[in-house]
């Protein structure tokens, strides 16, 4: 079955870098596109970035364009996000997801706390 | 990328039926039948349950139909339970960021 397994979370200060990973099995990596979604405390959902199945395509929230980037590795079967400048309203759990136009699997989430 | 609108809130006997809202624009809703329905137990990650406006995920009961028209997506649950007490998010591809947008979520209470 999918499996969608985040790491790489903390706690960090304001301006500095965080990476996400992910590691996925239960499916064919390379054939789906990824994305990451992330969930403030309390808050909703929202959707982070998303990258194409072979990473030739890359989107971004508006609320991270210029700060974070999303890659994969195909022969590891690895999704990251390289999270940099991170600000107070970073805060959230950060899940990995399956899929480009629809997402059908979530991972379990990761916490990323950015506070001084 | 301002997010879809859903009520805050919806509610219902067992038994009976809710249908939630989602309204976007013609970039988005509109636009694309890449709409979705998540559900979300509390402390819990989304799970699929309706993708591209009316198809449902696997495993899912049939008590739960989605729709859509012109800029508004529409959630139905029939013959609520118990467990069916969640919260719900929409989510459509977006055109302009080519990107998702979520919808602002609504709490399902089965009374």
């Known amino acids: 079955q999918v499996q969608l397994v985040e790491s790489g979370g903390g706690v960090v200060q304001p301006g500095r870098s965080l990476r996400l990973s992910c590691a996925a099995s239960?499916?064919?990596?390379?054939?789906?596109?990824m994305h990451w979604a992330r969930q403030a405390p309390g808050k909703g959902l929202e959707w982070v970035a998303v990258?194409?199945?072979?990473?030739?395509?890359?989107r971004y929230a508006d609320s991270v364009k210029g700060r974070f980037t999303i890659s994969r590795d195909n022969s590891k079967n690895r999704l990251y996000l390289q999270m940099d400048s991170l600000r107070a309203e970073d805060t959230a759990l950060y899940y990995c997801?399956?899929?480009?136009?629809?997402?059908?699997?979530w991972g379990q989430g990761i916490r990323v706390s950015v506070s001084s | 990328q301002s997010a879809l609108t859903q009520p805050p809130s919806a509610s219902g006997s067992p038994g009976q039926s809710v249908t939630i809202s989602c309204t976007g624009t013609?970039?988005?809703?509109?636009?694309?039948?890449?709409v979705s329905w998540y559900q979300q137990h509390p402390g819990k990650a989304p799970k699929l349950i309706i993708y591209?406006?009316?198809k449902r995920a696997s495993g899912v009961p049939d008590r739960f139909s989605g729709s859509k028209s012109g800029n508004t997506a529409s959630l139905t649950v029939s013959g609520l339970q118990a467990d069916d007490e969640a919260d719900y998010y929409c989510?459509?591809?977006?055109?302009?960021?080519?990107?998702?947008?979520f919808g602002t979520g609504t709490k399902v209470s089965v009374l």
């Open positions: 591209e406006v009316t």
């Open positions: 013609s970039s988005d809703v509109g636009a694309y039948n890449y």
């Open positions: 989510s459509s591809y977006e055109g302009i960021n080519n990107l998702g947008v």
């Open positions: 997801a399956k899929g480009y136009h629809t997402v059908t699997h």
């Open positions: 990258i194409g199945h072979d990473g030739n395509i890359e």
């Open positions: 239960g499916f064919a990596f390379t054939d789906f596109g």
